[in-house]
């Protein structure tokens, strides 16, 4: 019995030793056998991102363990064993963020910190709109970011896909931002637009496409028809000032509008689409999206887009078609590197002349007059007109994460432009086109082919751009550089339309390169969590070595028996800069600015008698001063901001069309220096239900405060005078006011819209004289109605759209090239005898043929060259979309 005892007794003692070290070892063991990571999601500026999804995956078996950070930012993932773990962060409109080979012991408890950037403009606008709970900015079709250190509006993906033709180019889908108008005398889409803001033509504001800038060699303009269509674009940055020191490009003075690719889809889609409209237009246009594939990893991401436009144009006979294609590629190299290619191709032939229809042949032959098919003597005949230009653009991006805040971006790229065209000219006096009178050796002639110009303009660039930060909790610092090499070849021979034969002699041609080189350097200190004050120095250097043959007579003529003259020019420039943010509530902000800019002098400036240039002028520089506000309450947004821009060493220019001209080409004269100021203001007000209404207004002027030199005789350098300019000389091109109204309607599969722009009245050179006519003011009114098919079946995002631009069908004149003659007066001082460079009278047609428009007065000629509003256009578009994963 006592024997019975003593073994149960034992038999307990041993089951409770075996439960006692069990609990004891049991988590001894387990801590042995896992790991934890822990961390704070951070923003850019240090606060934390709550809802941030985090996923930790093991290297030895790719298995995810997952987790969302808590309102305070903070995320555990714990049960990890032993092992080698990468960590990737996302959160709606940021970059995901990354952390590899992070080496995990038994038991170590591992705590990150890790800081998201922003992404793209569109998800910086959804993230801001979606921080300050503003139903305003999320319906909003334009906006501007609260954490703006400038005048800037956003132009997001649902804009362009919805508010605009399925044709715009990309000047065309930034008519609405304050300030802004476009003009295409051809329909939108169908040629040549120009974009003017605040008074500045193109060429004194940058545009650049994924950062790299793309602008012209012989003036920093840009061909809107030739690159970058709708169809490759996903958003724009658009920022009315020269920006802060990072910023680079050759005329970053006026303003900078950034042209952003398309986001890649992290699923397979498809797109296949066809839209039909007016004046003939038809487009067609097939999109790939890949989604993320390749492998168990899924590193690669591809979007591709085909499309062809064609269309006989608004105006008669200005027939256009273009051929494009597009392709982005991404390859994740690893969690914190990035590599982005990108590749688009343009094909444009046109018929579109260098010559413009005068108000006589518009008054008497319609408002769409330019081309005809039935008199082959004159200049407008269109088979003695056409346009050939095809375009390449590439750049290979590699971003990466170096650890301890530090980021590089570098950008190599190279681009192509070739434009060969051939225009017909009336000869003197208005001999008809023939082939007596257009042989090089008839009367009219006089040795140069008279009929037609052979024009070839090309250019080959490489460059790079590259830029360094290093994100701490005092701030941002960046450094950088941009650098592009151009090789240019320019020529225009008098040529015969009925043999094709060029002449021996051209009117000028011309071969140059050219070196451009950004070095900046800023930093953005964050001097307290609503302070943000952000100083840089850039430095911008330009070089160019030009050589110039011998011609007719064209540009520079004969240069005594050599074969060439060439000239060598530098330019370089200081810009500082200086802005800050200050942040008074979470949803409103206030901003000030301090930023200088420059542009040098366009290539003309060689255009002289033997091409013997001196001194070359300087660089045209201007300083602007800007302050303004963005608030964002849950219903209404609100933006506003005044500027101040001075501008020294200043050119204007005109476009010579009359038949007497050599070239046809912009001439440019040298202006005073003048001030440019204003104020814009945009809000949306959110109603309800999806319904918003949006409306932008500005108030400027834009006046001449400086002086020209003038000389006795004229066209020599003895006597100089300093004259100064009359008070009150407006800067041609600027309008008074713009405003933009428009009603929005998005709701599920709807997106409807009407807008309105006006455009107040300007004044038009005649020449080097300013203020020789006033344009009134002008308006055009476009519509919108999108279905999109937004769900998860196979068949998403296939739409049905219907376009309406210039609704109301308005022809008013938008612009002028003054064909009336100039009458200079003169004044003496001193004894000597001047022509007043500011004083002077353009000839006003005192009779108009019948039916014309009554009361023309102030230098309204029949020999104008007027811009009118093109017609009514409606387009119906049908888009197929496939997802094949569905």
């Known amino acids: 019995m006592k024997r019975t005892q003593f073994l149960s007794w034992k038999r307990l003692a041993a089951k409770l030793s075996l439960v006692l070290l069990l609990t004891t070892l049991s988590p001894r063991s387990y801590a042995q056998q896992s790991a934890t990571i822990t961390g704070t999601i951070l923003d850019p500026k240090g606060n934390v991102v709550s809802g941030a999804f985090i996923a930790v995956t093991s290297e030895a078996s790719t298995q995810a363990h997952k987790a969302t950070a808590d309102g305070q930012g903070h995320f555990s993932v714990s049960g990890l064993p032993a092992g080698k773990y990468n960590v990737q962060v996302t959160a709606p409109g940021f970059a995901s963020a990354a ?38 900015a999320q319906h909003a079709p334009l906006d501007a970011l609260l954490s703006a250190t400038s005048a800037r509006t956003e132009i997001s993906s649902t804009y362009i896909q919805n508010y605009a033709s399925p044709i715009a180019d990309f000047g065309e889908l930034t008519q609405m931002v304050p300030g802004t108008f476009t003009q295409s005398q051809n329909g939108v889409g169908l040629g040549q637009s120009t974009t003017t803001f605040r008074g500045f033509p193109d060429g004194n504001f940058d545009i650049d496409f994924d950062g790299v800038p793309f602008f012209d060699t012989n003036t920093p303009s840009h061909h809107s028809w030739a690159f970058f269509p709708s169809q490759w674009i996903g958003s724009i940055d658009f920022d009315r000032s020269p920006g802060s020191a990072s910023t680079i490009g050759p005329t970053p003075f006026g303003g900078s509008i950034h042209l952003l690719s398309k986001d890649l889809f992290t699923n397979q889609n498809i797109h296949g689409g066809v839209s039909y409209g007016s004046f003939n237009t038809f487009l067609f246009d097939g999109a790939y999206n890949s989604g993320n594939f390749g492998g168990d990893s899924k590193k690669s991401n591809l979007f591709v887009d085909v499309h062809h436009t064609s269309s006989d144009g608004y105006q008669t006979l200005n027939l256009q078609n273009r051929n494009a294609g597009s392709l982005k590629y991404q390859y994740q190299l690893s969690a914190k590197t990035v590599l982005t290619g990108f590749s688009g191709v343009v094909w444009v032939d046109a018929n579109t002349p260098n010559l413009a229809s005068t108000r006589q042949q518009l008054i008497t032959h319609g408002d769409n007059y330019l081309l005809q098919k039935t008199d082959t003597t004159q200049a407008n005949y269109y088979l003695y007109n056409y346009y050939h230009v095809p375009t390449d653009f590439e750049y290979v991006g590699v971003d990466s994460e170096l650890g301890r805040g530090w980021r590089v971006d570098v950008k190599p790229y190279t681009y192509n432009y070739d434009n060969s065209e051939y225009y017909s000219k009336q000869p003197k006096g208005g001999a008809p086109i023939n082939p007596v009178n257009c042989a090089q050796t008839s009367t009219v002639a006089k040795g140069i082919s008279p009929c037609a110009v052979d024009k070839y303009n090309s250019y080959r660039k490489y460059g790079e751009t590259s830029a360094v930060s290093q994100t701490s909790k005092y701030g941002v610092f960046r450094t950088g550089l941009w650098y592009e090499w151009a090789n240019t070849n320019r020529h225009q021979t008098p040529s015969n339309p009925f043999t094709k034969v060029d002449d021996v002699l051209p009117n000028f041609n011309e071969t ?65 800069s200086v802005d800050g943010n200050y942040r008074i509530l979470p949803n409103w902000s206030v901003y000030g600015q301090y930023a200088t800019g420059s542009v040098i002098p366009p290539t003309s400036v060689f255009d002289v008698a033997g091409g013997q240039v001196a ?244 230098g309204v000629n029949l020999a104008d060259n007027p811009t009118l509003m093109p017609g009514r256009s409606v387009i119906l578009s049908v888009i197929f979309g496939y997802s094949p994963k569905h």
Do not use: C
């Open 99 to 136: 952390r590899t080979g992070l080496q995990l012991a038994e038991g170590q408890s591992q705590d990150l910190s890790l800081a998201l950037t922003i992404g793209n403009v569109s998800e910086q606008v959804n993230v801001e709109a979606n921080a300050s709970n503003s139903l305003a």
């Open 615 to 858: 001194v070359p002028p300087k660089p045209q520089t201007n300083t602007t001063y800007q302050t303004g506000t963005v608030l964002k309450l849950k219903r209404v947004t609100f933006d506003a901001d005044y500027y101040h821009i001075h501008f020294q060493n200043g050119f204007s220019s005109t476009v010579d069309n009359s038949g007497d001209a050599q070239t046809g080409e912009t001439i440019y004269f040298a202006s005073p220096d003048s001030v440019t100021q204003g104020v814009e203001f945009e809000g949306n007000l959110y109603l309800g239900l999806g319904l918003s209404a949006y409306l932008n207004a500005t108030r400027g002027t834009a006046k001449y405060t400086g002086s020209l030199t003038v000389n006795s005789p004229a066209g020599s350098a003895l006597n100089p005078l300093v004259v100064q300019a009359p008070s009150g000389l407006w800067v041609a091109g600027t309008p008074s006011d713009t405003e933009s109204e428009g009603v929005t309607y998005q709701n599920h599969q709807w997106n409807l819209s009407i807008f309105n722009k006006r455009v107040g009245s300007q004044w038009e050179d005649n020449g080097a004289y300013h203020n020789q006519q006033r344009v009134d003011a002008f308006s055009g009114t476009d519509a919108y109605i999108n279905y999109t098919i937004r769900n998860e079946s196979r068949f998403n995002q296939t739409k049905f759209r219907l376009s309406f631009t210039n609704l109301f069908d308005s022809h008013n004149q938008t612009s002028d090239t003054l064909g009336g003659a100039l009458v200079t007066k003169t004044f003496t001082s001193g004894g000597f005898k001047y022509t007043d460079p500011f004083n002077a009278t353009t000839t006003t047609s005192t009779a108009f043929p019948s039916g014309a428009p009554t009361g023309f007065a102030n």
């Open 512 to 576: 140059y390169q050219t070196n451009a080189f950004q070095p900046y350097g800023e930093y953005e200190f964050h001097a307290t969590r609503k302070l943000t004050v952000t100083a840089g120095l850039k430095f911008a250097y330009y070089t160019m070595g030009f050589k110039q043959y011998a011609d007719n007579g064209g540009k520079i003529g004969s240069i005594g028996g050599k074969p060439f003259i060439f000239n060598h020019a530098n330019y370089t420039s200081w810009l500082p």
